[in-house]
């Protein structure tokens, strides 16, 4: 008899075990060898910078670190670093998943005041989807206008497309071939699973993510620093990315990037898996209207409510594995409330449409709010976020 199906976690898939509603995130730590961030952590994050955590530090969607302590004490030290993260353009809209990242990063940047790095993989989706490279290219500067909507500094923010700063930046492409020539096939196959099929760029793609994590990579902001520390917001599933970076650095004299590694933000369907961009019954877009949220929540969103009425009012409903309490976990901002929500559906007194209908209140102003800036966003801003240019980092 063949054994349970394992979870599996990469920078493409991410799927719980065979007979598990939702990914075991204890597990990824131990497999992956990264830390729990501890509550000693987090009051010294707000220790240093004097303002109250960000909530998805609190309620642990920011859960797993490396070497976070090391950033803190440069930060304490007046040393400068800086921030780094990213997005895949595969679609035209980003979905709510894809916001994680960007939200908690400009908590970051305020928080610590600190320059910040975007890189948009454009050459990356290439590779791997069924796009062609100059629709990629074109949707980078379509996400572009996605994540400057989130309020990034423009005076400490760099955009940028791998497309057009490879071929610009010679900085850029020296930190990319001396990443590749650190890093033997047998060893990327180990970390990313690659397959004798898998064409040639697939293989060379890592040493691209990974160079962003070397200030040198911006001599338009650090000139030929090697020696700025390096911050990395991103979810768990990108960490094989910036294990490979982490051995190459101490080969290259480079420090070692400090990572905070994010849970997965569910598809609609449920905790199994995260939202995915191909499958639009799976997500909500931030180009979603108002009724387009609604129906995706009431029609697909997973309920951890009972088969009968009876029996929910009797044992309550399961917020482990409830779609609309685990994103209003995310976006409510109101503790007390999201509390309140909790107890009253385990305790039964709330029901799954009731709790949709909170959810459906809350997305529908967050992805209203958010396309309201995005349209504000023009041509021009997304042009100037994307020009090299110096910036204070000091």
């Known amino acids: 008899m063949a054994g349970k199906k394992e979870q599996h976690v990469d920078p493409w898939t991410a799927e719980a075990a065979e007979g598990e509603s939702s990914i075991d995130y204890n597990k990824l730590i131990e497999q992956f060898g990264s830390q729990r961030i501890t509550d000693d952590l987090l009051d010294r994050i707000e220790k240093c910078t004097g303002k109250p955590l960000h909530s998805f530090l609190r309620r642990g969607v920011f859960f797993s670190h490396r ?23 595969s679609s035209e809209s ?36 069924d796009l062609k490279a100059e629709e990629t290219h074109r949707l980078a500067y379509e996400n572009a206008k996605d994540i ?3 309020g990034f500094d423009m005076n400490k923010t760099f955009i940028f497309s791998d497309i057009d700063y490879i071929s610009s930046c ?10 590749q020539k650190c890093v033997t ?47 990395i917001p991103c979810a768990i599933d990108q960490d094989p990315y910036f294990r490979m970076t982490r051995d190459a650095a101490p080969r290259l004299n480079y420090p070692k990037p400090a990572l905070l590694h994010s849970i997965f933000f569910p598809a609609l369907q449920g905790p199994k898996s995260k939202m995915s961009a191909s499958d639009p019954n799976s997500s909500i877009f931030l180009t979603d209207t108002d009724e387009e949220i609604a129906t995706k929540v009431n029609k697909y969103a997973f309920s951890g409510g009972r088969d009968t009425l009876e029996e929910h009012r009797k044992f309550g409903g399961d917020t482990k594995v409830d779609v609309s309490y685990q994103y209003l976990s995310f976006f409510l901002d109101d503790t007390e409330k999201l509390e309140k929500i909790k107890k009253d559906y385990e305790s039964g007194t709330m029901l799954t449409g009731e709790l949709k209908k909170e959810l459906i209140v809350v997305l529908q102003k967050l992805v209203s709010d958010h396309r309201k800036r995005r349209e504000a ?11 090299p240019r110096p910036m204070n980092f000091d």
């Open 377 to 387: 966003v023009t041509d021009e801003i997304v042009k100037q976020y994307m020009s």
């Open 170 to 179: 010679t900085a850029f492409y020296y930190n990319i071939i001396k990443i």
């Open 185 to 231: 096939f047998s060893q990327a196959r180990g970390i990313f699973g690659f397959q004798e099929s898998d064409n040639i760029g697939k293989i060379a793609f890592p040493a691209i993510q990974a160079a962003p994590s070397f200030s040198n990579s911006f001599p338009h902001i650090f000139g030929e620093k090697t020696d700025i520390m390096c911050l």
């Open 148 to 150: 400057i909507a989130c």
């Open 94 to 129: 980003m979905h709510l998943g894809h916001l994680i990242p960007f939200l908690f990063t400009k908590y970051l940047q305020d928080a610590f005041n600190v320059p910040l790095v975007i890189q948009l993989t454009d050459d990356e989706k290439f590779l791997w989807k």
């Open 67 to 89: 070497e976070l302590g090391l950033i803190l004490d440069a930060y304490e030290k007046k040393q400068p670093f800086y921030l780094y993260t990213g997005r895949g353009p």
